[in-house]
């Protein structure tokens, strides 16, 4: 799989995609809620990035925080998210769902890769993947699965830690599948990941805004665009 460099920036409002890809995003992840890990959504605002942005975009199916098992009226809840987000300009979604030990749930993955790609988007299995038993028999698994694309640390908690099992990874298995590696990434460790074969790279490039009409609240994540320009020239050089 012949793959250029990307770097693909994780959004979770309109002016952070334009921050984005106005700093040298090459892809956008589109989310809601990313305190909570990111969420499916909302359609008014992943319409109106869809009309400013000019870069692919992928957009989160997730229907709720803390795990990945989901019960049959949450996945039938999700898939008729996919269905309507498929509807629009998107390249795909991200998506990902597990049994209870923790194994890749097969036929509902199969269910979502096969809706994506007869609507030819892209289907990418999120980090769900972290919490499988065996990283590498995930792989197999998605591979077999037919997935596009994975976004993963590795198996830990970031991709500091997890460079060298990322690296291992691209090169077991990047013939067969988009490795996307994710979760952590900063200024100073994506060059050991660029360096080691790693293609494509997803960050957060977050800094913390302050609503000044309310100075006793902690403030929320937003994207930095000097950090998503340091980090575009790095991937792009």
Not at 3 to 24: I, M, P, Y
Not at 208 to 237: C, E, L, M
Request: one cysteine or more; glycine letters at 10%.
């Amino acid at each position: 799989m012949n793959q250029k460099r990307l770097f693909e920036v994780c959004c979770g409002s309109v002016d952070d995609a334009l921050t984005a890809w106005q700093n040298g995003a090459d892809r956008i992840e589109y989310n809601s809620a990313l305190p909570l890990g990111g969420l499916t959504p909302e359609y008014g605002g992943l319409k109106t990035v869809l009309s400013l942005v000019d870069i692919p975009l992928i957009a989160m199916v997730r229907s709720r925080p803390d795990g990945f098992c989901y019960s049959a009226r949450e996945f039938e809840e999700m898939v008729s998210s996919a269905k309507w987000i498929l509807d629009l300009p998107v390249a795909g979604i991200a998506f990902g769902m597990l049994n209870e030990d923790g194994t890749v749930d097969q036929p509902h993955t199969r269910f979502m890769v096969e809706l994506c790609h007869a609507m030819g988007k892209q289907f990418v299995f999120h980090r769900a993947i972290e919490d499988t038993p065996d990283i590498d028999q995930a792989m197999e698994t998605l591979i077999q699965l037919k997935v596009d694309r994975v976004l993963t640390s590795g198996g830990y908690a970031d991709v500091g830690s997890g460079c060298t099992k990322l690296i291992q990874m691209q090169k077991n298995y990047g013939a067969s599948i988009e490795i996307l590696a994710g979760c952590g990434l900063t200024i100073d460790n994506v060059d050991a990941l660029l360096d080691g074969g790693i293609v494509q790279v997803h960050g957060t490039c977050k800094t913390i805004f302050h609503d000044p009409s309310s100075p006793h609240t902690s403030g929320y994540p937003v994207v930095d665009g000097t950090i998503v320009k340091r980090i575009a020239a790095k991937v792009h050089r």
